[in-house]
């Protein structure tokens, strides 16, 4: 979804579980359903069972979902642009064989109208660096059809 002040992007995750063992599959559910979705140890290190998204832009600029966890506004002080946080998400559906859930991310300002790299990361979920361009051109072009609604 495109906004005058940024656009929101949906992520789909799905998982079954095959023939893991019980306690392997309740461990990447954890993963899964985010409950490590910000890692508050004070290690240098980032956790992998962190799931990382964020872009990359054109002019070398870039944000991930780890810079500003939580942020969700240019009020009351905004960080430096662009910010890509988590935004909304939820669990879809799960059983003891597979599990659905959507997270939602923040992107503001709006992306350059010009193609930019959107990047995602999970490596205790079992996905590598992952890159998909995203054309800005059609985000800015949606954004300009945006009607207020209150």
């Given at each position: ?12 995750i ?16 954890d ?41 969700n506004?240019?009020?009351?002080s905004?960080p ?8 909304g ?9 597979e ?12 992306p350059?109208?010009?193609p ?6 999970w ?6 660096l ?12 949606a954004?300009e059809a945006?009607?207020?609604f209150?």
């Amino acid at each position: 979804m495109a906004y005058p002040s940024g656009c929101q992007f949906g992520l789909q995750i799905a998982g079954r579980r095959g023939a893991m063992p019980a306690e392997r599959w309740h461990e990447l559910q954890d993963v899964l359903l985010g409950h490590d979705r910000f890692d508050t140890d004070a290690s240098p290190t980032l956790s992998d069972r962190i799931l990382r998204c964020g872009v990359q832009f054109a002019d070398g600029s870039k944000a991930t979902n780890v810079e500003h966890p939580g942020w969700n506004g240019p009020e009351p002080s905004a960080p430096s642009p662009p910010v890509f946080t988590e935004s909304g998400g939820g669990l879809d559906g799960g059983s003891t064989n597979e599990v659905h859930i959507d997270r939602g991310f923040w992107l503001w300002p709006l992306p350059p109208a010009e193609p930019f790299t959107l990047v995602v990361e999970w490596p205790a979920a079992g996905v590598s660096l992952t890159k998909t361009e995203v054309d800005g051109a059609a985000i800015v072009t949606a954004s300009e059809a945006a009607v207020p609604f209150w």
